[in-house]
Each structure stands twice: as structure tokens, then as C-alpha cells.
């Protein structure tokens, strides 16, 4: 994943607390964890140009 797709992390200080792996106008993988879900983060990620 880290040579073929393009990360973006959400960081609250040090924790990460979603990230998102696109590659070629494709997501691949989409995560936030339980405790930062429900915050908009999630769809912020997915607003990122690609």
C-alpha cells in the first residue's frame, strides 16, 4: 500500500486517528477509529483531491 496508493492521516497530536489510500482516482482504503467517528472526519478525507 505505501508504494502504490497516496496517505493521508488525521492526527490529533501524536494519534492518528483516520487516514485514507487512494491511487489512481480509486480509494483503497478508508479508516477512523470508533472513538473519532461521528466528527465529519471521515468525510473531510474523502473532499481531498486526488
Given at each position: ?44 478525507l ?5
Amino acid at each position: 500500500m505505501f508504494t502504490a496508493c497516496t496517505l493521508w492521516g488525521v492526527f490529533d497530536g501524536e494519534a492518528m486517528n483516520a487516514m485514507i489510500a487512494f491511487r489512481d482516482d480509486w480509494i483503497a482504503q478508508l479508516y477512523a477509529l470508533p472513538a473519532a467517528q461521528g466528527r465529519g472526519i471521515g468525510s473531510a478525507l474523502l473532499e481531498i483531491p486526488q
